[in-house]
């Protein structure tokens, strides 16, 4: 179906149209152009669904920030930002090097294979203050390579940031009595490259107990 639509001059529109068409005005080789309409819709789903997931599973685990995620105008966002940088769905991208390189002091042929870590990226001690503690609103939040750096840095950056905002502030205002239940087992996706909670377990908060609200 992909490849039908991306070769059909008449029916080709919108985002297959814009993936299709060179700026020259040229048209993709097919093989790219369905590549490329094929990784928009792989990369941009499963990516965000689990950020989504880990954006739950830390809010619902912190009562003040769950409270705060409806509350509060930008805290949503905020926090999104903070799970982008500490704990991204992508830990690792493969690159391959153009032509050689010094890294570090080491020198990496062209042609190698290399292991991008992204995720040690959000938590450098030397540029994030207590990294491993999330802590909305920091200034410097984006300096971090979740989205990778780029030409090629990720397209789909700021549709996945406003989607789990709302999946967050939305969660939180529908539920405002869910938390995380903390003797569910685990259950963590763990792969080289992907790595989010599976499923997120809460339970209701008993309705007279009193919610911890915004602080004041
Ligand atoms: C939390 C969600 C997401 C994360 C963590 C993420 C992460 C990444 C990363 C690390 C890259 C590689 C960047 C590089 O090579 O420097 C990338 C590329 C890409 N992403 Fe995302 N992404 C997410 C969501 C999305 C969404 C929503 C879309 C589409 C709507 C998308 C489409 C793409 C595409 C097409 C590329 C390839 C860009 C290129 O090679 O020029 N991504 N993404």
Redesign the pocket.
Known sequence: MLVAQVTDNAGARGLIRALRDRPDGALLDLRVAVA?CF???????S??G??ISTVLRTAAGNPEAWARASAEDGFARAWVEEV?RRE???TT?R?ITREEVELSGVTVPAGAGLLLM?MGTGSDPEVFADPDHLCPYRSNVRQN?????????????R???A??EVALREAATVLPRAQLEKDAPPSTLGLLSFRAPLRVVVRLRSANRKSPGPPS
């Open positions: 490329a990784f928009v819709v792989i990369g941009g789903q990516t965000t689990r950020l982008v991204p769905p992508i991208w690159r992204l390579l979740s989205f990778g750096a780029g030409p090629h840095r990720c397209p789909g950056a549709p996945a940031l989607e789990a």
